[in-house]
């Protein structure tokens, strides 16, 4: 499963990745703006979501899409939903929605019953417009089959990924959502355009 995208190199050619491919964790701004806004809560990246019931309750989960992800829907030309590389994603890989319509899940797993903030790191826009797809629908979101609905964070946009013909990323989040403790699933569909991205998903305790 992990690196999987490494086997890929057919991908690469519809999304050419021109950076230095140091294999770096390239923290952006965004990065630190979700960090600060949760008031210094541990950050804990999964191993597996089956390792969920030795997880502290107050940690963020961090949830890479290219490491958790299953196909719901794949169409069209613009290529499969699978990984694919970014200079400027976390962990330098994403799970591309290339085509209208292509829909994604992650799983993940929950160690308590509360209420927690989901954000999804998805790409923001391209270069002429670093929010377009924040906006006018672009990607719709269902929580375990229930549609919910995730508002685009400006002051998350990364710096610009110059990585295939340029894009930004960013946050779009659920401020509280009740969750309880065990296996729960977020989709990702691209409604309203195409050449989508999904990088990351947080899942953070508000403590509320
Ligand atoms: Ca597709
Ligand atoms: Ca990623």
Not at 109 to 127: D, E, L, M, T, W
Request: with cysteine.
């Amino acid at each position: 499963m992990i690196n999987k995208y490494l086997l890929k190199p057919a991908l690469l050619s519809s999304f050419i990745f021109a950076g230095c491919y140091t294999g770096m964790f390239n923290l952006s701004a965004n990065d630190n703006a979700t960090t600060s806004s949760t008031k210094k809560i541990a950050e804990k990246k999964i191993d597996s979501p089956a390792n969920s019931n030795s997880q502290n309750s107050k940690e963020k989960l961090i949830i890479e899409a290219e490491d958790y992800f299953k196909t719901i829907t794949d169409v069209g030309e613009n290529g499969k939903v699978d990984v694919d590389s970014a200079e400027l994603a976390s962990e330098n890989a994403f799970v591309a929605l290339y085509d209208l319509g292509d829909c994604a899940q992650i799983k993940f797993n929950i160690p308590q019953n509360g209420n927690y903030k989901i954000a999804v790191r998805v790409r923001s826009g391209s270069k002429s417009d670093k929010k377009s797809y924040f906006e006018n629908n672009v990607y719709s979101f269902k929580i375990d089959g229930k549609t919910v609905s995730l508002v685009g964070v400006e002051k998350t946009i990364s710096k610009f990924d110059s990585s295939g013909g340029g894009f930004f990323w960013g946050e779009m989040i659920l401020p509280t959502i009740e969750l309880s403790k065990g296996k729960h699933n977020i989709e990702i569909k691209i409604i309203n355009n195409d050449w989508g991205a999904v990088d990351v998903l947080y899942v953070t305790p508000t403590g509320k």
